[in-house]
Nanobody, 117 residues
Framework: QVELVESGGGSVQPGGSLRLSCAASENVFSFYLIGWYRQAPGKQRELVAAVTSGGRTNYADSVKGRFSISSGNAKNLVYLQMNSLKSEATAVYYC???????????WGQGTQVLVSS
């Protein structure tokens, strides 16, 4: 069992920035993929950004150029830097860990992001 704990969510005005953190109980890069996903009210959970153990990144088209996924020196930490936030970014953001594929096997509890003026 791998535990994931997200933090850093909050309320921000459009155009603002937030940095989300995901702390895992193990080195996430010993598994296939670690990613950030979000679920807005009434919508399905969707991929925001992910990075594989090989260092390949993938971003949703809607966030390219504004969001960035990275890891800390401690390989159990993953961040999502979100810049130029838009109201449609309002959602619960989850950290997901894929053990052997891109489909997450473990999820954190989520952190709420609200983008509103």
């Amino acid at each position: 069992q791998v535990e994931l704990v997200e933090s850093g969510g909050g309320s921000v005005q459009p155009g603002g920035s937030l940095r989300l953190s995901c702390a895992a109980s193990e080195n996430v890069f010993s598994f296939y993929l670690i990613g950030w996903y979000r679920q807005a009210p009434g919508k399905q959970r969707e991929l925001v950004a992910a990075v594989t153990s090989g260092g390949r990144t993938n971003y949703a088209d809607s966030v390219k150029g504004r969001f960035s996924i990275s890891s800390g020196n401690a390989k159990n930490l993953v961040y999502l830097q979100m810049n130029s936030l838009k109201s449609e970014a309002t959602a619960v953001y989850y950290c997901g860990l894929g053990i052997v594929s891109g489909v997450p096997a473990y999820w954190g509890q989520g952190t709420q992001v609200l983008v509103s003026s």
